[in-house]
């Protein structure tokens, strides 16, 4: 089922989320909220998507990046399925790109960001998951896990400036880095 995404505004996105109950994980329940999350992902075309978006505020994230019209440069990244994520960065070399947000419609802006991070959390079946990831996959994770604190990629921007509306982010905004000699 596709789930209704909360947009910025609503209570969820600005609220910590709490810890799901290990035991709760494999409940029928649970499995469904999971699946109806991927298809919600999917959906809407994200990479990303985090429970406060669903007006949920537990600690739990999906994404995946496979043949993405939004981002067909990027390597993929594999369907992966968090709960309860702790996040430690590797590298702290901020990488700044630009974003958007399924809960921030219409909007892309430039966010620095950790260039690699080691995420441990509970798996789509409770099982301890470890992952070490870089670049465009640490973003996503990065940008998933804000959610569950209560922040969106606004909330990282150092400079306002680079934020624009979607059709004039690809008119305008989005032009090549220049070569650097």
């Known amino acids: 089922m596709i789930l209704k995404v909360a947009r910025l505004g609503y209570p969820s996105l600005r609220t910590p989320s709490r810890l799901v109950p290990p035991d709760r994980i494999k409940t029928k329940e649970f499995q469904q909220l999971i699946a109806d999350m991927i298809e919600t992902m999917y959906e809407y075309s994200g990479v990303g998507l985090a429970a406060p978006q669903v007006h949920l505020p537990i600690q739990l994230a999906v994404l995946e ?8 440069d990027m390597p993929e990244v594999p369907l992966t399925v968090l709960v309860n994520p702790v996040v430690t960065i ?4 901020f990488v700044e790109e630009w974003e958007g ?14 260039k690699q991070l080691r995420v441990t959390a509970l798996g789509r079946n409770a099982e301890p998951i470890e992952i070490v990831a870089s670049d465009f996959h640490a973003r996503v994770i990065q940008h998933e896990t804000d959610h569950l604190k209560g922040e969106v990629y606004l909330d990282r921007m150092p400079d306002m400036r680079a934020l624009g509306f979607l059709q004039e982010w690809q008119r305008y905004l989005l032009k090549p880095e220049p070569e650097k000699k």
């Open 101 to 114: 947000c399924l809960s921030v419609p219409e909007l892309r802006g430039r966010v620095p960001r950790f």
């Open 65 to 72: 990046v496979h043949d993405h019209p939004r981002y067909p």
């Open 90 to 93: 590797l590298d702290r070399t």
